[in-house]
């Protein structure tokens, strides 16, 4: 019996209001403790494949202004290093790249190519392997085999926030999954055995007796189900204007874990697949990633110092416009890392250039660096893992290249 199937029965027969603490809702966040020191990682799965040519834009590239006249039409202009600008969207986060505190990674991609599935393409991403058939053999996450090599590492470690199954973090190694303005319709007695089993846990205990949309979370998170894009993006309170409540709450639980025992977190942001107004819609988006790092930031106090925040989505996008003013499927894409612990005020990564002869498939930005070596870096500078242990168990068969040292 699949969660579905036994959430729907459970809530129908009662089984949840006699037997709680089996069910496996009880606990739906993921997030690490344990670990020892006072580094932290906190993961942003950034859904639908970021446009990393629009978020850290090339200018200095001599073919790039003529690719994308639709899209950058911004009148500010916010220069980096004399070759690449940032997207006004993130101008809040210029302090974090003048104080050193942000970087990015440009032309890089996972072993993911030419099918260019958001479901592939993100399970690839989180699962840390070469190709979909290493993943159909092994379905855990890069994050939870990374536990597996740490002593000590125990539940309150690590946890897996929000409605999106975060598959990064899941395997067997302790972690927890957390997930926000969820409600159980629980009995007097479940709900007092809820409060003996997390009398010790505030968090734990305040989400478990809340909310009220367990069924819609697990919609959400099941791949074999239709994505609608915009109703994602107003579901995450992008298109509406309205508050985004369920980002605030992930933000709020996941500074609150990180301030006590925790160490690495994870969660997504979702409505990345700008087919369409991509003008429109990246300042929104990119606004909301914004909000992420600066609530990590101020949240985190002086623990934001031996953080480290990886952005990074399953692709990026072609490096022409198309005919609605958006962008398609591509290839070689941006990822995004902040923090203290992060050696920031840079691009890294080697520029291939956006002539027609060096496209990847004479479309797509071709990557020049697996992404996954430079979380692999990040995790060896902030716990010590070494490169045998990253190329061997937490991404199997990867070579690493040479350390970029983005880690302080």
């Known amino acids: ?5 036994f959430l729907r029965q459970s809530l129908s027969t009662g089984l949840l209001g006699c037997s709680a603490a089996a069910s496996p809702l009880i606990t739906p966040v993921t997030f690490a403790g344990g670990l020892g020191g006072e580094n932290r990682l906190v993961v942003i799965i950034l859904r639908g494949a970021m446009d990393g040519l629009d978020v850290v834009r090339p200018v200095g ?3 790039f202004a003529g690719l994308r006249t639709a899209i950058d ?16 969207g993130l101008s809040p986060l210029l302090p974090l790249w003048n104080s050193g505190e942000l970087a990015f990674a440009h032309a890089v991609a996972t072993p993911y190519r030419d099918k260019r599935s958001h479901f592939d393409g993100q399970d690839i991403l989180e699962t840390g392997v070469a190709n979909l058939d290493e993943m159909q053999q092994s379905s855990d996450g890069w994050l939870n085999r990374m536990l597996t090599l740490v002593p000590g590492a125990r539940a309150e470690t690590a946890f897996a926030v929000g409605r999106n199954q975060m598959l990064v973090m899941a395997g067997q190694a302790p972690h927890r999954v957390w997930v926000p303005n969820t409600a159980l ?10 409060e003996v089993l997390y009398h010790d846990d505030p968090a734990f205990r305040e989400a478990a ?3 009220d949309a367990i069924i819609d979370a697990l919609e959400a998170d099941d791949p074999s189900d239709d994505v609608d894009t915009e109703a994602m993006m107003t579901d995450m309170g992008m298109s509406s204007g309205r508050p985004d409540k369920q980002l605030v709450s992930t933000l709020d639980f996941t500074v609150n874990r990180l301030r006590g025992d925790t160490r690495i977190a994870a969660f ?3 409505g990345w697949d700008t087919h369409s107004s991509q003008h429109l819609r990246m300042p929104k988006l990119l606004g909301q990633l914004s909000q992420a790092i600066l609530t990590l930031k101020t949240g985190l106090g002086p623990a934001w110092d031996t953080t480290t925040v990886l952005a990074m989505t399953e692709f990026g996008r072609t490096v ?3 005919g609605t003013k958006g962008t398609d499927h591509g290839t070689g894409g941006a990822m995004l890392m902040a923090g203290g612990a992060v050696r920031g005020g840079r691009v890294y990564g080697d520029w291939p250039g956006l002539a027609e002869a060096n496209l990847y ?4 930005l071709m990557p020049t660096a697996d992404v996954r070596s430079y979380a692999g870096y990040a995790m060896q500078g902030l716990f010590g893992l070494s490169g045998s242990d990253l190329e061997r168990v937490v991404f199997p068969g990867l070579d690493l290249g040479p350390n970029p040292g983005i880690i302080l």
């Open 1 to 5: 019996m699949d969660r579905r199937s």
């Open 61 to 63: 590239d001599p073919d």
């Open 73 to 88: 039409d911004d009148q500010v202009r916010l220069p980096l290093d004399g070759f690449y600008e940032l997207h006004p």
């Open 185 to 194: 319709n629980l009995s007097p007695h479940a709900e007092r055995l809820l």
């Open 209 to 211: 007796l809340s909310a």
């Open 268 to 270: 997504s942001l979702l």
């Open 320 to 322: 022409r416009q198309n």
């Open 361 to 364: 498939s004479r479309r797509d």
